[in-house]
């Protein structure tokens, strides 16, 4: 080659421009994307990155949300309405899926220690529905978590009076379809008083 002869200059600037990124042999688009190629360029718009992030593991993001407090282990992040803490595993959107939510302490049960039962929920034995470390849980029936429970409604059901001091005995008790207990001695009085409400009604009509 004649050393007369210019050597072809690299564009700087417009299309077929090499990309910024070191080592990078592709060339950038026609709209420049910033000075990097089409795949840096996604990855930017993408992670921030043009270079890419590489996602922490559902473990690291998991614990990253735990704070221990004596022996229990705390979510820190979201909760639903009921205490109970929620985590997302995030690997599934790389794969195409719907991102899996559940109940954090469920995800750390199956991730630590094993899979939980078909049928079986998992009780919590510190009785604080925040906590997250799988060996205060236990797989037990529905029947055996509600009965240990402490939840309005099974305090409702430990009482052995009403609110005016009526004890639910077998024979002082109605149990509604729905599944409530009603006191009879209760349920007498406030018939009585509507009778004589009526009853007076009537006598004002009259």
């Known amino acids: 080659m004649d050393s007369t002869q210019p050597r072809p200059q690299i564009p700087t600037r417009g299309p077929n421009r090499p990309c910024k990124v070191p080592k990078c042999d592709r060339s950038v688009g026609l709209k420049g994307a910033r000075g990097w190629c089409s795949k840096h360029y996604q990855r930017w718009l993408s992670t921030g990155n043009p270079l890419g992030s590489k996602k922490p593991s559902p473990e690291k993001r998991f614990f990253a949300k735990v704070r221990q407090a004596g022996d229990c282990w705390i979510w820190t992040a979201s909760r639903d309405e009921h205490g109970y803490g929620m985590f997302s595993d995030v690997t599934s959107r790389s794969k195409g899926a719907h991102t899996h939510i559940e109940r954090a302490h469920r995800w750390a049960y199956s991730f630590l220690r094993a899979e939980i039962p078909i ?88």
């Open 119 to 206: 049928g079986l929920q998992l009780d919590h034995l510190c009785r604080n529905r925040a906590c997250v470390n799988p060996w205060h849980l236990e797989p037990v029936t529905n029947y055996v978590n509600w009965e240990r429970g402490i939840s309005p409604w099974r305090l409702n059901d430990l009482k052995t009076e009403c609110h005016q001091g009526h004890p639910f005995t077998p024979e002082n008790t109605y149990h509604h379809p729905q599944g409530s207990r009603v006191c009879r001695a209760c349920m007498a009085k406030h018939r009585q008083a509507y009778e004589q409400r009526q009853a007076a009604k009537m006598r004002r009509a009259a």
